[in-house]
């Protein structure tokens, strides 16, 4: 949930499906064409992955941030796009719904730090098969190979810090969305 931009959240549970999905999809389908050079399969890995991954990912979003479903797709994205971006919610009663929001991130991210341990042991294994590919295997499955593991280092090195960036501007966005509740407040 972290990684999907407003725009997916602008539609529905579908388009949210086939926003995350398709993405998916299409990566793993063309690595699938980059090593067996089989069009087939990459249409296969594209059909199957991208309704599987799809239907997770949407069900993950609702789960984590079920009051983004009451409302509005425009005000879902603009909730969604000033509280990744740090910034002020355009319509002051959507502050609530950053708060809400805010939250549903922190709460992923902290989950998502877990899967920072997993990520090196397939680092490990990832480099592990990439030596043997080049050595054993052919010119295609040790290019795939080695993509995975950059893909991998990638994922370990830039991820953190993005997250990290991520978090300080929700930071901002709450508060700025707090913003108002100061004023109101007594003495404010």
Do not use: C, N
């Not at 990566?27 to 992955?49: D, H, Q």
């Not at 740090?86 to 708060?99: E, F, Q």
């Not at 592990?128 to 295997?137: I, Q, S």
Request: proline share 6%; aromatic share 6%.
């Amino acid at each position: 949930m972290v990684l999907v931009p407003g725009w997916v959240w602008q539609g529905g549970p579908v388009r949210r499906a086939l926003g995350a999905g398709l993405a998916a999809g299409v990566f793993f389908g063309l690595f699938v064409l980059v090593e067996s050079g089989a069009w087939a399969a990459a249409v296969v890995v594209l059909l199957v992955l991208t309704p599987l991954h799809g239907v997770r990912v949407a069900r993950r979003m609702s789960a984590v941030w079920p009051a983004g479903a009451d409302l509005d797709p425009a005000d879902r994205a603009a909730v969604v796009r000033a509280t990744r971006s740090g910034g002020t919610v355009p319509d002051p009663r959507l502050a609530p719904d950053v708060l809400r929001y805010a939250e549903a991130l922190r709460l992923t991210a902290e989950r998502d730090r877990i899967r920072q341990w997993v990520m090196v042991l397939v680092a490990v294994v990832s480099l592990v098969l990439a030596g043997y590919d080049t050595v054993a295997g052919t010119a295609r499955q040790a290019l795939v190979s080695w993509l995975v593991v950059v893909l991998v280092a990638l994922d370990l090195v830039w991820w953190p810090k993005r997250r990290d960036r991520l978090m300080a501007r929700v930071e901002r966005a709450e508060a700025a969305a707090r913003e108002p509740e100061r004023r109101d407040a007594p003495g404010g």
